[in-house]
């Protein structure tokens, strides 16, 4: 595994690649393209394509020994990836949903995985050129338009009125009843790994989320909340585990604290 410094190292590599593919995608936001449905019903269009080709592309190059998952890729069986310790958890358009609908809300997620856990994140933000990222052992930062990076922080307590973070495009009954139970409340609708990201900059208390996502969705939300001091768990309150054998993710909760027990919330 790499040490710290090369970590560092590779991290600015990394988030050069995202903001590249970011522009990638950009190009196609308010133009022509083509959208296909893949068999988990959900779609795909150019954009995600082209921009997963480029950052495959380039992880190729920059650790060709380290392998890759990507969400727009023909992924690797578990018999054989069960044995990996370390490799590249993807998702090159996260939100595709709000790029068809011509929204901002989508983002470009990259993620290293080691021993099952998140140890780099990064996320662009294209159309708001803003950027996310964190290594294990280190701070996490946000740079907004490519100014100096700032330190970020989870909110170091639950506002009275919980600011909680839901998506437009995933709305349930399970969601409905938890801020019913929460009571007054600020929700804050948007899509794709921005959610998680405004937890981990302190604009927001948590992000609940009560369906089935993936891996590629969560790894590098994950290593950014945590290093800003939060938290992104199962309903158990454990912290998701990476490359099981179904990608699948449990229903999970990213948040800034204990100090509310969110469990607490949740319809039994």
């Not at 308010?30 to 495959?56: C, G, Q, R, W």
């Not at 023909?74 to 011509?102: M, Q, V």
């Amino acid at each position: 595994m790499f040490a710290n410094d090369e970590l560092k190292n590779l991290t600015h590599e990394i988030n050069e690649v995202a903001r590249t593919s970011g522009s990638i995608i950009r190009k196609y936001f308010h133009t022509s393209y083509d959208v296909d449905i893949k068999d988990d019903k959900s779609p795909v269009t150019t954009a995600d394509l082209a921009a997963n080709e480029y950052i495959e592309r380039q992880l190729s190059i920059l650790t060709p020994d380290i392998p890759r998952i990507s969400e727009e890729s023909d992924n690797t069986a578990y018999a054989e990836r069960k044995h990996w310790d370390t490799f590249w958890l993807i998702d090159p358009l996260d939100g595709t949903r709000e790029f068809i609908k011509n929204r901002p809300d989508f983002t470009v997620n990259i993620a290293l995985i080691h021993h099952n856990k998140p140890v780099l994140g990064s996320i662009y933000l294209p159309i708001r050129d803003q950027l996310y990222y964190a290594t294990t052992g280190d701070s996490a930062y946000r740079c907004d338009q490519e100014n100096t990076p700032i330190t970020i922080k989870v909110s170091s307590k639950t506002y009275a009125k919980p600011r909680i973070c839901g998506s437009r495009a995933h709305p349930s009954k399970l969601m409905q009843k938890f801020l019913s139970n929460v009571g007054e409340h600020e929700l804050l609708a948007r899509g794709s790994s921005i959610k998680s990201c405004l937890v981990a900059d302190g604009s927001a208390d948590i992000y609940p989320r009560f369906g089935p996502t993936w891996e590629w969705d969560t790894a590098a939300s994950q290593c950014i909340i945590e290093q800003a001091g939060g938290h992104l768990t199962n309903l158990d309150m454990l912290a998701l585990s990476y490359n099981k054998e179904s990608l699948l993710n449990p229903s999970f909760l990213a948040f800034a604290n204990k100090e509310s027990d969110w469990n607490d919330y949740i319809a039994k």
